[in-house]
């Protein structure tokens, strides 16, 4: 794949600063996102980052914490995170889950039997991307640990689906290092959906970036969407970042569709992050991202972890 062969050219500071800007891109977006609804006087991003931006950091502590990826420790450090934070915007799936197993209940259980079939939301895709940078070079991986750490609460096939769509784009934007080629982007993506409302949804991009002039903010939420269903917001991240060319343009369009804000933001500026790097991140906005010095430090320490130095 070329997922896997692009990767060899990043060199060492390059990864470092991709890992970086793709987890403050996750929260820079989860925060614009949020800034749009709460409206500040004086600041564009909200003064705290959402559940987007909490369950990725919990994916990142636990795998530089375990040196990789440990579903059992996983789940622990999502409980205990929602624990010491539950203002921070959790849909009611997860922390059903979350309670469940606290009174001694098996937890796949409850993330099965909470929706029909599980749960198609975009939870499992908003928090996807330090497991994104981590297995960026290798694609069968990538799969199984995304799969893996999907099924902790979303076990719909969409929303597995959507995970990895979102995770196969962030690992490519890591592995890149030449100008971005968006319709190559997502005819990349095409060849590795599997489900055929995906497909069409990739499709439709491929439409839309082909175009002399770009379609209709309307014409893009009544095509792509911008819900809570992974497959009415991940597409939408997808093209909004393959339809710009700087990481402020990405997360700005991805916002400006509506809906869900935060976490096709989120999703937006974890792939435009990983692309361009972090130095592409406007100072304003990491001057008033919450938190900003330890997720960078975090994001830092995954890449240590990657690269056998720590």
Not at 65 to 92: I, N, Q, S
Not at 273 to 286: N, V
């Amino acid at each position: 794949m070329a997922l896997r062969r692009a990767s060899m050219a990043v060199s060492p500071g390059v990864l470092r600063s991709k890992f970086a800007g793709s987890l403050l891109g996750t929260a820079i977006g989860d925060s614009l996102g949020a800034g749009a609804w709460l409206r500040i006087p004086g600041r564009e991003l909200a003064p705290h980052y959402t559940d987007d931006t909490h369950m990725a950091i919990s994916v990142a502590k636990s795998l530089v914490e375990k040196k990789g990826l440990d579903l059992e420790h996983l789940f622990l450090t999502f409980v205990r995170d929602w624990e010491a934070e539950p203002w921070r915007g959790y849909g009611p799936g997860p922390p059903a889950i979350f309670r469940a197993f606290r009174r001694g209940e098996d937890p796949r259980r409850v993330a099965e039997q909470l929706y029909p079939g599980g749960s198609f939301g975009n939870g499992a895709a908003m928090r996807v991307a330090p497991l994104a940078c981590f297995y960026h070079d290798d694609l069968e991986e990538l799969r199984r640990a995304v799969e893996g750490a999907s099924r902790l609460t979303h076990t719909h096939p969409l929303g597995i689906e959507g995970a990895l769509l979102q995770a196969y784009a962030v690992a490519m934007a890591v592995s890149s290092t030449g100008p971005l080629n968006g319709l190559a982007f997502v005819e990349e993506l095409l060849s590795l959906a599997e489900s055929q409302v995906y497909r069409r949804k990739l499709t439709t991009i491929i439409g839309f970036l082909s175009r002399p002039r770009r379609p209709s903010r309307r014409e893009v939420v009544r095509e792509l969407g911008n819900g809570v269903e992974a497959f009415n917001s991940v597409p939408t991240a997808i093209y909004a970042f393959t339809a710009t060319s700087s990481f402020e343009e990405a997360v700005r369009m991805a916002v400006s569709f509506g809906g869900d804000m935060d976490t096709i933001g989120a999703m937006a500026g974890a792939i435009a992050g990983a692309f361009y790097g972090r130095e592409a991140i406007p100072a304003r906005w990491l001057g008033e991202l919450e938190n900003r010095d330890y997720i960078e430090r975090l994001a830092v320490r995954l890449w240590e972890v990657k690269m056998g130095l720590g």
